[in-house]
């Protein structure tokens, strides 16, 4: 699976927007893009996934780069909740569904 | 409907016992992953079973670690003679297809913490 590349911290304030980036230059045609988040002692949460088009459901919005080489996981209203570890992950389509490779991702810290 | 169950959640062990880690995936699924994350590190797959058979183990230690996922009753991992460098997250996930995407994904444990004393 293709590599990505994220920051490794971020910050933001509580009420504000977030937008996480994920460079992922050497993605394939067939990659999805997916995001996880890992709060602190819990197992990983799927929050979004998408391909081409830019996605939104009830926890965030993926916006996907026109050549696919970098997306942005957008929270809308950040949350003292959402404080945690972003991992953006490249998954082939072909692939097995929970073989995925998570890199160190980017922690988000939300001040109140 | 119950999530991905795991247990116990804290377990330690003295250097050279067993550990056996368990799992009840998401009722309706029948794929399970263990992945295992050391300190400061990020989660590495270990294997995917689905019920009776290994699908894939290539993240598995080669000694000492083995999981099933038998007919009847949760997965298992077990680790045998840990070593303090067994110490880690232990993470079992879920899911109800093993590929394709329309509305799947895999749903994670809250994970069982092992330690090696």
């Known amino acids: 699976d293709a590599k990505t590349t994220q920051p490794n911290s971020m910050e933001s304030n509580e009420e504000e927007p977030v937008h996480l980036p994920c460079n992922h230059s050497t993605i394939s045609g067939t990659d999805y893009i997916h995001w996880y988040r890992q709060l602190p002692s819990q197992g990983p949460e799927y929050v979004i996934h998408?391909?081409?088009s830019n996605v939104n459901n009830r926890m965030a919005s993926l916006a996907i780069a026109e050549d696919r080489k970098s997306s942005t996981l957008i929270l809308h209203r950040a949350t003292l909740r959402d404080a945690a570890v972003y991992y953006c992950?490249?998954?082939?389509?072909?692939?097995?569904?929970?073989?995925?490779?998570f890199g160190r991702g980017t922690q988000l810290t939300v001040w109140p | 409907n119950a999530g991905v169950m795991q247990n116990p959640r804290h377990l330690v062990r003295r250097r050279g016992q067993e550990a056996r880690l368990r799992c009840s995936p998401m009722?309706?699924?029948?794929?399970v992953y263990w992945y295992r994350q050391l300190p400061e590190e990020g989660l590495k797959f270990m294997v995917y079973l689905q019920k009776e058979n290994i699908i894939d183990e290539s993240g598995m230690p080669k000694e000492r670690f083995s999981a099933e996922f038998p007919k009847e009753g949760p997965s298992i991992l077990r680790i045998q003679q840990v070593v303090r460098g067994d110490s880690a997250a232990y993470f079992c996930a879920s899911s109800f297809r093993d590929r394709g995407i329309s509305g799947n994904t895999i749903y994670f444990g809250e994970g069982s913490w092992l330690t090696v004393v």
């Open positions: 998408g391909l081409t």
């Open positions: 009722k309706g699924h029948s794929h």
């Open positions: 992950i490249l998954r082939d389509r072909g692939s097995t569904l929970g073989r995925l490779y």
